[in-house]
């Protein structure tokens, strides 16, 4: 049985379909593809073949766009690495420096303790 990734990454749509799922012009579409931020297949015809993933990506880039993002913006959060998974005492010292930040647990204060809830020194 197919995989539902697999579905959201088979290019079938034409461009014609794309410009009414995302109210987008046939312009900003190809400039879009242009600063290489979707990538549509292209049919043995030469004609651009898209997929869910790339309509995912368009409406993404519209609502950023509305949102005041600029497309440099957008592509510098595209091409991002994923993080390398945390451990969980890294996570723990992330949080606690967190909380000293914002002032929750202020070492001076003794109202506020510094030992407890998971923290150690």
């Known amino acids: 049985m197919t995989e539902i990734s697999d579905l959201r990454n088979r290019p079938v749509l034409p461009i014609g379909t794309v410009i009414a799922l ?3 012009t046939a312009r ?5 593809e242009a600063q290489d931020l979707i ?3 292209r049919s043995q015809g030469n004609h651009r073949l898209y997929a869910l993933r790339d309509v995912d990506a368009l409406l993404d880039i519209r609502s950023q766009l509305a949102a005041g993002f600029t ?4 592509r510098r959060q595209k091409q991002r690495q994923p ?3 945390t451990s969980d005492s ?3 010292h992330m ?3 967190e909380l000293m930040n914002q002032g929750r ?3 001076s204060d003794r109202n506020f303790p510094t030992q407890g809830f998971g923290f150690r020194n």
């Open 22 to 24: 995302t109210d987008l």
């Open 28 to 32: 900003q579409i190809r400039y879009y």
């Open 39 to 41: 990538h549509p297949e």
């Open 71 to 74: 497309l440099a913006d957008i």
């Open 83 to 85: 993080a390398q998974p």
């Open 90 to 92: 890294a996570v723990r």
């Open 95 to 97: 949080l606690r420096s």
């Open 105 to 107: 647990l202020n070492p």
